[in-house]
Every structure is written in C-alpha cells, then in structure tokens.
Nanobody
Framework: QVQLVESGGGLVQPGGSLRLSCAAS????????MGWYRQAPGKERELVAS???????YYADSVKGRFTISRDNAKNTVYLQMNSLKPEDTDVYYC????????????????WGQGTQVTVSS
C-alpha cells in the first residue's frame, strides 16, 4: 500500500508564494520520477513540473521562472515552490510519484496524491 500526503495549499494574494509538499510512504521503492499536475473544474489535468532521477526538470511554459520543483529522496518527498503567483494559477494541484512496489521489482507504477487547493485572489 502506497500513501501520498499533500500539504501546503491555501489562499494567497497575487504575487505571493506557496510551497507544496508531497510525501510518499509505504511500498514504494526506486523512485524514478516525481511531478506536479494541476486541474481546474471541467479541464484536463495539466503537467506543471517534473523531476527525474538524474535531476533533469521540466516546467510548463506558464510557470517557468516562477516555480521550482525539488525532491528529497531520503524522505520520498517532492516539493513545488511557487513564487509570483497569478490568479490563473488557481487550481487543484496533484502530485505523482513513479516507482517500484518492491526493491527487487522492475515493474513501475504511478501513484497520485489526492490534491491540494491553491487559490490566488485579491
């Protein structure tokens, strides 16, 4: 059983900052990729940022220069530092972690958090 716990969402004014965290526990090993997605009502889930094992990162054009993704492998945790927030950043943010369910397994699974609300409004 794998559990992902998200935290850090909330209400901020435009130009403010938030730091999201997502910690995985349980039967997850050899984490390959960690990422953050966001989804507004009626919209498709959108990749915001991801980071792979070698440290290569990806950012959606809409957040480049404002958001920073990082990971702590010892804690099985991924972070998203969000600066200069805009109203259009308002969404539910979901973390995803890809890894094995046993240290000896080569089978990879994606695990999703339940989402945390980010609201940017004056």
């Amino acid at each position: 059983q794998v559990q992902l716990v998200e935290s850090g969402g909330g209400l901020v004014q435009p130009g403010g900052s938030l730091r999201l965290s997502c910690a995985a526990s349980g039967s997850i090993f050899n984490i390959k990729t960690m990422g953050w997605y966001r989804q507004a009502p009626g919209k498709e889930r959108e990749l915001v940022a991801s980071i792979v094992s070698d440290g290569v990162v990806y950012y959606a054009d809409s957040v480049k220069g404002r958001f920073t993704i990082s990971r702590d492998n010892a804690k099985n945790t991924v972070y998203l530092q969000m600066n200069s927030l805009k109203p259009e950043d308002t969404d539910v943010y979901y973390c995803k972690i890809r890894g094995n369910r046993a240290s000896w397994s080569a089978t990879v699974y994606d695990h999703w958090g339940q989402g945390t609300q980010v609201t940017v409004s004056s």
